[in-house]
């Protein structure tokens, strides 16, 4: 069956001329690292990178028109699904005739009406043209009016760098003097009022500006919630030490690329990829872990984990993605165990680690390669990035052949196959596999007290997720 | 160079430090309750800073210095058994984990179901989808090995060596697989099995013995008499009443204390019956029910029907049981007497006794549109294999009322041949046609419960080919292609034979 759609009906489905430019600017082939088709489904799909660290997923239906991003956008439809159509209007030969992949077929499980609602029904329509929006893009300024609005923007920038400086300072003062009146009250009964305290706390550095510091306070009683009670004191211990040295990090230096990531906002990807210290990395990069959790303030974090498969020593890249809960579920993606061919940018860091994808392709089962042999030591390793980042929530490490115990408690435990090494593990549940077979080698997260096992790599069963 | 006493003493100065800011004070931080190496960064600082940049030293002092060790010795688990089966196909892993996610929502899907059919196509499980588990009954043998592993291992119990129940490692089974090994072996071994039962039933408490003794149903034979004797003296009713039930189904009426009153109570019931031949070449019985006065004269003989031994009952009649079991006319009865009868019958009757009684049902429920229940009652005493060819005969005939979802309730096994045209004439087929299409007319796509369980069903039993063309059916109606109603069809018909 054949499938197409029309430029008059992508240009129907805009909410409005401004979502058209913006799909517009989307069209180059190269920010769309899977473009794909199944006339059985009617259905197009494909990944185009976004703002985020790793590309949104998109799926339209040609016939009904129905669709799905990923992106956090109000609009429906989003410039994304916009762009996906205009390209398959234009180029429909341009997608691949594919199986639909998973994420594909688990949307179109849900979406059960044909047909999209459209709630804006009511409302007045703007008018709008696909084709203005190649006029837009003729406006351009001469070299001298570049160059003030330049000069003024750059001014702009600097004057409110300075100003939030002051403030984030400001804040980590107030914080200081926090975790000195926990220390006089006593930590036994920070620990009982934690939320309240923390809350309190993290609420004045969200003022301050100092968002990211805000947040892993706010998380902070529930990272205590999960350990045993004889264990609470001493991570709230090394949590507010940790604190404290980045603070002193922020006043020894403000522009310190490390401490202003763990303090303030993150760069967004343009910031980074004009940064002329960004470290750009190509590789086959493996899924070794992910993780999404609903923090306190609403949002929820997706974090991927990649490892460079053929680099030495090893490197690992985090992508990291915050979104609303409100948004839904949209834990859709790589799955743990995929392998991906690409480019990946890093924040600056001097132990780059958070990182977003700048070009990528999916590689089939069959191309995959293994995981690579670890070659440091953990406790090298570990000190190494305490030396670098003093702050450090986790230390990503690849485990090489070893098994998984169980203490009399029924705590898990990994051992390395000479039974020398043994690191508790504080995954609460694990699938049962994984204390039947040897594993080759495992991810996992060190925080200096246990270890979060992420996945592993088998010789009998393959790549098993946790 | 730090040597080991200072680390020591180091230590010890932290964990004052610790007790100190644990407990709180107001007391400014003094140099001396430092480690010495730290004195001197400190004593740079305000005094008010001190107890903050001691804090901050002690987080990576605990940080680089602590190794854990495990506390005393660490479980051992021994490695899953390699079954020597080729692992499902990769690309059909998410559709497994989807259906297994979805198969306990479901009363009549069960996972050794699914099981059934990947091995069939000669596939086991990937671990890592899938485990045994407590709760899990009769699952393919082939994943016998693995159901010990996950009780032994991830249990509560020790590990050993065998791979099948037996007298030693009867306590390393999860109840519910001890009796689906029994039930197994008993078709496999009957003698073996009831050895096990005699060793190993005692001691276990007695609704659980029962379970286990109830096992002996299949395959009952002259070799059990001695122990169902012998389990007369039982300290459980019930097993007292299962024995003799089990004795009369072999022929081995054994009177006791109770037995004059029974015996009174066949006469009572035979009374309320009479007995008529029919067929002018060929003539048969049939034992025909007289009307009675009163509800509570119908609520006697429902009684008497489930407790009287049938074979007492069939001599006052002046015929056999087996001669009863053929005879009983189902349409001519209440629907509860049928279901007391038929509750007596799968305890009492020997083989060719329940063979008839099973014609019997047939011809009812063919004729009389009847539904499935009272055949589903007799599984105790069917081997999955008679199971699978009865269900096997119903499909076929175009007749009989039943829903797809009776197949699984009866039978774990697919089937090795249907052929398309021969289902879509069937009435099941036809029922389920005209509720999707209504469905579809009120919804646009498909919103109940009952056609998403038939679809699953249909899923789960037909052969490959079959399946393929029930999906492009139902898409021909209009359900949508991606809809998850369709996961199971879409397994099946996905799944070749491995070859």
Redesign the interface.
Known sequence: MEMEISLEIVQELAPDQASLNAAKKLLNPTKWPVREKAASLNSIWGQCQGSGAKPYYIMADVVDHGYKCTCPSRKFPCKHVLALMWQFAEGANDFLDKEPPEWVNDWLGRKRKSGTPNPDDDKPIAKKNINVTQEEELKALSPEEQTKKDAAKQKRAAQTKAKTNATISAGLVELQQWVSDQLRSGIGSFIKEMNERCRRIAARLVDAKATSLASRLDELPAKLMVVRAELQANLAFKELGQLLLLSEAWFADNNDADARLAIATAENRDQVLSNSNTIRHSGIWGNVGEKIVTRRDGLVSHATWLLNTVDDPIRFALLLDHYPASAGRREVGLSVGAQLEGVLAFYPSRYPLRAFLIEHKVLTTESQVSWPKPSTDLWAGYQQQLSQLPWSEHYPYLLNTGRILRDSKGHYWWQDNLAQQHLPLSNANLPQLLLGCELRSAFILWDGDRAELFSAHTEQWGTIAC | MLTENTINEEQELIEQL?RR??????EPLSLDALPQSWRPIIETQAV??H???T??????H???L???????????????P?LQQPLIP??LR?LFRRIIKNVNKQAALKPGILLELLLRRGYIA???DW?PSAADEELPDIYLPWCQ??AT??GTHNSHDSESLNADNWDDWYPAQRISQLKALRFKDSAMARILVETCAHKEPADKRLRVIQTLAINLCEDDVTYLQELLKDRSQKIVTLAAQYLARLGKGIRTKTDSKESNNAKELAQGYELKKTGIIKKRVQVSPLKLKSKKQQAIRSEQLENTLLSDFADTLGINVTQLAASWQFSENRPHDNQAFVANSVNTLAEDGIERLIENILNYIATDDAELHLLHMLTPRLSESRRSSLMGEIVKKHSINFSFRDYLSFSHTPLIELHWNTLKSTRPWKSLEKEIKKDLEE???I?SHAIARELSALGMFLPQEAAAQTLNAIFDLGV?????ITDHLKFNADLSPHH
């Open positions: 610790q800011w644990m407990i709180g004070s107001d008010e800073r107890s903050i940049m804090l901050a030293l002690a987080s990576q605990q940080c680089v602590f190794q854990p060790e495990p506390p005393g010795d660490l479980i051992h688990h021994t490695p899953l390699d990769q690309r998410p990937h671990p890592a485990l592993w996950a291992e991830i919804n646009g796509y919103d949508l292609r991606a809809d998850p």
